[in-house]
């Protein structure tokens, strides 16, 4: 019989994180303050985030350890499967072999766990008694919850008002771990007084519920911030999903000729690909990386590179990435996870330097790919991970036209089973692609250059 | 570091389903046709069932082959993790050992495609291009329809009503798979038409849906009707768990004590139970098997071992069964797929025999443990699932006051993402637990007594 499900024991479960820094040709540009324009140090960090994950941040070490407090927990879901979509590839009938990493089996059904785990971890470590974040579809917000609750942690989180009212089983669920969860923007900041003030019918976005989260985090000595994506160190949490794959390739005797992911922040695209890329800078391996967008949020294809803030309201530093402008509104897609105005630092430099690809993708596309992905594999994917899947029947299609039997590696990074309203809309006919004009992408576009520093 | 996670490759999933009856000192009562009250034979359920179901539905054979068509889709989630649960033991402080096999990362989220795949294949196979069946929650429901789109089958579900409005999700998850969905009672057959004539407004139950299926099913030469419990085959399939945690606890050293799970037809009951207890019957093990049945649906405790109807309308042959009577109504509790009027065959007469013990619990018990649950072990179990974990925390509790360091398994047969409403209810303090009177739970008993046959 075909071997389909590629599996790690614990015992195989890596021991490190790879922190791309290490082999970056160009390193990324620091983060500014927004007064002074300077390089911030770890001191201005030291309000929101605890020290081991600001030297995380800015380390260039290429290999840190997971603590062993944190390999526990990761052992509930960890080391996912990796698969071998035979049942697509026959469907498509391709000649590539498809292979995807599966993390909608973690406790929130999505790949955020990775780094909610490690940062209550250093958080409980610093003594820190409360967490804060923002949550978009409700998909980190339920990891932080899972996360808080594994280390007696209390987790307070802005969940954007439009998921709120649409997706109240997300809310629930981060109840059942513990977590109070309010509407964003709500009357608890002063970020979200001052949206209400203007706008009392706000349905929110990511970039205010991040402005109040970060608010509430700086007023208290107790209470830290917690991101779940765009960040250095959160993007390195999740390199363990591409460490897994590796493992796990060696089993196959296969190396991917492609590898696949959404981006929304970038942590789950960096997750698969950097530790693959690694092989490309450090022994000249040839993988192609794609970086897959909505077209309702294009950033990476129709955005700039310089310096924007990460949330509405400024109190982020700096941040030198491909951004539509911190006050650009995507298009309303069902696929919260990726509707950010940037992208992270570590993506963006990548990017910039041709060393990954970015590809947008219309919703209908997607979505035609995840209802063929549940008929023939039996998993019906996140709205987020249609994205990669879509991306994936192209690449798949070019590879019969040209008669190549290319590797293609993916990362299904969750399942749809609390975002079933999104295939209900469209199997009804609701959804539809947008359009954008230049004018609207061009509309909020930050000014601040991101140039490489002269040597002072 | 001590291992959480018990893995198995898929060259080490079972290859044979264990068949009980093989090993019952007492064999079960054969079914009788409702009009002669004579034993059915395999043609009277022809019009329904395919023959190789039928034929595993009467077979004394101790193992019967996995199909490797069957094997291959199994291999989308199978062998599934048997788990330790240390973070619940250290919560209980109980120096019980307790484990858990985790069935939630199945395509449908719970154990139920065990079943829905062989029951495909086998009617793929008898060239048959249509399957119905009836859903109460939507779990049973939605791993047929996946099970059938693995095959090109067609297939027609008849969800209880109320469950249809409550849970439009699970429709569109079916629909996802390609499957029809309708809410039952419904005008599309004369079983669904008799009820609304009495009663428009009906919510409709497990015993209506099923009623409807079976004509469906009787009605069209090409279609055939599947039943998500209850049957001999449909046990049989799921014994695949227990063979499962056999070889899984013989990794560890350890060997259950005591077996736990829901009884809702007993499927899930005896998919971890029987493998363990043949090990009672043929090698004098004394395992204690425990199936916990909800309070608002005591059959097992409160009912009587008679002949009864599985369904409302009496399409059913007459199965000896614990049984509150096929018009008895359950309770209302969120846990849906444990409001069913009786037991299976197979485990009424291990009940009977005293071979297997029950209990029936409370609701607010069982949600209380499903929290503890997911703020220990980081799953939020499905609400039937927690009914097994209340009576874990029972007997973890009672083995901490004897000081007893007994070994608990237990099957963890489903997440809740789907059925976060009655968490939310919970919380809300909107559930209530349900105290029949004697005379409710004796109104509908059948009278039709289950005697061993006398010799011909």
């Known amino acids: 019989m075909l071997q389909k499900k590629i599996l790690l024991n614990e015992s195989e479960m890596p021991t490190h994180w790879y922190n791309i820094v290490a082999d970056m040709p160009n390193k990324p540009l620091p983060p500014l303050h927004p007064g002074t324009k300077k390089p911030v140090g770890p001191e201005d960090l030291a309000p929101i985030f605890p020290m081991d994950l600001i030297l995380q941040e800015v380390s260039t070490e290429r290999y840190i350890e997971i603590p062993e407090p944190v390999r526990e927990i990761y052992k509930i879901w960890r080391p996912t499967p990796m698969m071998r979509a035979y049942a697509l590839e026959k469907f498509l009938d391709t000649p590539a072999k498809i292979y995807y990493k599966y993390e909608g089996t973690s406790p929130s059904g999505s790949h955020k766990p990775n780094t909610a785990v490690p940062q209550a971890y250093y958080n409980k470590k610093a003594g820190v008694r409360k967490l804060t974040t923002e949550t978009g579809a409700g998909q980190w917000g339920t990891a932080l919850s899972f996360a808080c609750s594994q280390f007696g942690l209390d987790c307070e989180v802005y969940m954007v008002r439009v998921s709120y009212d649409q997706k109240p089983y997300r809310k629930i669920m981060m109840n059942t771990f513990g977590a109070e969860v309010y509407a964003s923007p709500s009357n608890r900041t002063q970020a979200g007084r001052n949206i209400l003030e203007k706008d009392p019918h706000s349905t929110g976005s990511l970039g205010i519920a991040i402005s109040e989260a970060i608010e509430r985090a700086v007023g208290d000595e107790h209470t830290k911030y917690s991101l779940g994506s765009v960040l250095n160190h959160v993007l390195m949490h999740q390199t363990i999903i591409g460490q897994e794959c590796l493992k796990q390739l060696e089993?196959?005797?296969?190396?991917?000729d492609i590898v696949i992911a959404p981006l929304g922040g970038g942590s789950n695209f960096a997750g698969i690909s950097f530790p693959f890329l690694r092989?490309?800078?450090?022994?000249?391996?040839?993988?192609?990386f794609i970086a897959v967008e909505p077209a309702s949020c294009p950033k990476l294809t129709k955005g700039v590179f310089k310096y924007d803030f990460g949330d509405t309201a400024g109190y982020t530093p700096l941040l030198p990435m491909y951004t539509l402008g911190h006050n650009f509104k995507p298009a309303s897609i069902h696929a919260g996870g990726l509707r950010y105005h940037g992208a992270s630092v570590l993506c963006s430099q990548l990017l910039k330097d041709g060393?990954?690809?970015a590809n947008a993708l219309q919703q209908l596309e997607c979505f035609e790919a995840g209802v063929v992905f549940a008929r023939t594999e039996g998993i019906i994917p996140a709205p987020e991970a249609t994205h990669g899947i879509a991306?994936?029947?192209?690449?798949?299609?070019?590879a019969k036209e040209e008669g190549s039997?290319?590797?293609?590696?993916?990362?299904?990074?969750?399942?749809?089973?609390?975002?079933?309203?999104?295939?209900?809309?469209?199997?009804?006919?609701?959804?539809?692609?947008?359009?954008?004009?230049?004018?609207e992408l061009s509309a909020n576009l930050p000014e601040i250059e991101a140039l490489q520093p002269t040597v002072a």
């Open 251 to 256: 089993y196959t005797g296969d190396y991917p």
């Open 279 to 288: 092989k490309n800078l450090t022994e000249g391996k040839p993988t192609r």
């Open 355 to 357: 060393l990954i690809e």
């Open 405 to 439: 039997a290319k590797t293609i590696l993916f990362n299904l990074c969750g399942h749809g089973f609390v975002d079933m309203q999104a295939y209900a809309d469209y199997f009804e006919g609701k959804l539809h692609d947008h359009f954008f004009t230049d004018e």
């Open 391 to 398: 991306q994936v029947i192209r690449e798949a299609k070019k």
